[in-house]
């Protein structure tokens, strides 16, 4: 479906475009070359499962670490909690103390107007005596103060209080513990914390009673220094960014770390799930998108509920050390399933590579090779095929040259066979002694020269002579036609003595002289030259046959010798190219060139033959 803008415009084909591209990359992938193919092939099939086994080991790990971590945390909440339980029993015992001793309910007994100086400073003595032998026995940062209904105070600090001096029994601490009759209650000092700040964390108190007429006597009052609590929370594993906080039932802070928060209701998210739960832990989100564990217990004695809020990427760092073994193990495993791929991949295709480059040799016509097979695999029948293949062009090649030799040698026995040789040669002797007793020279001449070529002509054995013997039989048809075209005809020919001793193929001259002077010089208007030359050149012997007739343009004399007409011009000059091919190979050649009018010339070039038998015919 097509998707348009507000202005108008095609979005896009977003099916098509996907399409597009998963085409064009199928396409890359079928133009790469096999061995690229079972690499990628390979790592894809190894690299994925082995990514997924590393992603999920590490993340199970990491779990687990984490697991471990919030257990081991939550544990050490649970000692602080069991710490602070300990205090605040201890700090409710030394209260119940305070309240049933006989000195404190003596002194608070008496009315303070009716005491002397002396009376007032040795109770002061006394009662202070009590409290630093309680103070004595205790290594926590309190402070005790009681405060009297007859104007009494007493107290451990150096200072007293304001609100303590002149205390409101309907406000605060106060009022809750007329509330409880006797009993202790506690205040997190919420409602002071705006006004005064001396370090109270929490706040014991209590109505003091007579205990023999239950008449009011005053307030004892036992404020637990936020120091005190300090010392539990070493004992709690604190993460760089964590914090720590020391909760009543009503989320107010008593203690906490950072300090800013101490005295004030604590304003996040999660505090109601911590307020409703017990103990365990949690993951939240804070307003910047931060996730932070969340772990807190919830002591049984008091109701008051120790949080650790911990920063997840903090705790994460504590399992880098497995990340970096995981991503290590991995690229290993990358790496080694790279050099495995290409050890494979090059085991399968090595073979195919040297197939392929025999082949390519025997497109140039190198026959003489042979694929080492090892194995018995695809590869290795491909191999043997390709050798049988090879083994059966070989034999073809052979037998079709045994049988182009025969062909060419039963053509020139079935031309030798068209008119009786001997016959023909008697003929001729008995004409050339009857020109001879006439007197007749030319005719003489004549018959000696066609006899010495029908001589030639049913000669047996090798067909290799030697080029002396070539010559001497072109010079005997050159004579019969000199003798038929007279002054129209001029023959220059020029022979290097040098290479009258070397060997040629039968035959191969002597159709070109033919051609050049039946379809060159005989059409021409007046007298035409012949040039017949032969020479070494770069190690080879050269003979250039030459004329000044009518030339061409497409070549009629290999199309005449192709139509095979009655000129009876031998094999013609196609058959001499290919008895070069195939006698000499690419150590021959035959170059023909002719310009209409100007004339034709025409090359031929084999190797130096030094002995008949170096040839095999």
Do not use: C
């Not at 999660?270 to 939240?284: A, D, H, I, R």
């Not at 049988?403 to 016959?423: G, T």
């Not at 030639?456 to 070539?470: H, L, P």
């Amino acid at each position: 479906m097509l998707k348009w803008g507000l202005n108008g415009k095609i979005l896009g084909h977003k099916g098509s475009r996907n399409g597009r591209v998963l085409n064009k990359f199928i396409v890359s992938i079928a133009g790469m070359d096999l061995k690229r193919k079972l690499i990628i092939l390979f790592m894809i099939i190894s690299v994925i499962p082995l990514t997924a086994l590393g992603l999920l080991s590490y993340n199970h790990a990491s779990h687990t670490v984490q697991q471990k971590v919030y257990q081991t945390i939550l544990e050490s909440l649970s000692q602080i909690t069991f710490s602070i339980n300990y205090v605040i029993s201890d700090v409710e015992q030394l209260s119940m103390y305070i309240y049933s001793n006989s000195d404190v309910q003596q002194v608070l007994s008496v009315n303070g107007e009716e005491r002397s100086v002396a009376d007032k400073y040795r109770d002061e003595q006394r009662i202070k005596t009590i409290l630093e032998s309680l103070i004595g026995f205790k290594n926590w940062d309190i402070e005790i103060y009681i405060l009297g209904a007859n104007g009494e105070r007493f107290f451990t600090g150096d200072v007293l209080p304001k609100q303590y001096g002149q205390y409101d029994p309907d406000w605060g601490l106060f009022r809750k513990a007329q509330l409880a009759g006797g009993n202790t209650v506690w205040d997190t000092h919420y409602t002071l914390k705006k006004l005064y700040d001396f370090g109270t964390a929490l706040s014991s108190g209590r109505l003091l009673k007579n205990i023999e007429t239950n008449e009011t006597l005053g307030y004892l009052v036992i404020d637990i220094m936020e120091s005190a609590f300090v010392d539990k929370y070493a004992k709690a594993h604190l993460f760089p960014g964590g914090e720590i906080f020391m909760l009543d039932k009503f989320g107010n802070v008593i203690s906490s770390r950072p300090k800013h928060q101490i005295g004030t209701k604590l304003q996040v998210d999660y505090l109601p799930q911590v307020l409703e739960g017990t103990k365990g832990y949690f993951q939240s989100t804070d307003t910047n998108g931060a996730r932070k564990i969340i772990i807190y217990d919830t002591s049984e004695v008091t109701g008051f509920k120790l949080v650790s809020v911990i920063p997840v990427k903090e705790v994460i760092k504590e399992s880098e050390s497995i990340r970096i073994l995981t991503f290590g193990v991995l690229l290993i495993g990358i790496l080694a399933a790279y050099w495995f791929a290409n050890v494979v991949s090059n085991q399968i295709t090595d073979p195919l590579r040297k197939l392929r480059l025999l082949m390519r040799k025997v497109e140039k016509g190198d026959m003489n090779v042979s694929f080492p097979s090892k194995y018995t695999d695809e590869v290795g029948q491909l191999g043997q095929s390709f050798n049988r293949m090879v083994e059966e062009i070989k034999y073809l090649i052979k037998e079709n040259y045994e049988k182009q030799l025969q062909l060419r040698e039963a053509e020139l026995k079935a031309i030798q066979a068209q008119i009786n040789p001997h016959f023909l040669y008697n003929t001729l002797d008995s004409i050339n002694w009857m020109a001879r007793i006439h007197q007749i020279d030319e005719i003489s001449e004549t018959v000696i020269s066609l006899g010495e070529l029908f001589r030639y002509s049913i000669r047996k054995g090798n067909q290799v002579i030697t080029i002396q013997e070539d010559i001497k039989q072109i010079q005997h048809y050159l004579s019969i036609q000199k003798l038929r075209f007279r002054d129209k005809l001029h023959i220059i020919m020029e022979i290097d003595e040098a290479i009258l001793p070397l060997y040629t193929l039968k035959l191969l001259i002597q159709p070109i002289v033919e051609n050049a002077i039946i379809h060159g010089l005989e059409n021409k208007k007046g007298p035409g030259t012949l040039r017949i030359l032969g020479s070494l050149m770069d190690k080879q012997v050269q003979f250039l046959i030459e004329d000044d007739g009518i030339g061409f343009l497409l070549h009629p004399l290999l199309q005449a010798n192709r139509t095979k007409n009655n000129d009876n011009t031998g094999i013609g000059l196609e058959n001499i190219h290919k008895r070069l091919s195939l006698q000499f190979g690419e150590e021959a050649s035959l170059t023909i060139t002719s310009e209409q009018g100007q004339g034709t010339t025409v090359i031929i070039r084999i190797p130096q033959i030094l002995h008949e038998g170096d040839v095999n015919v």
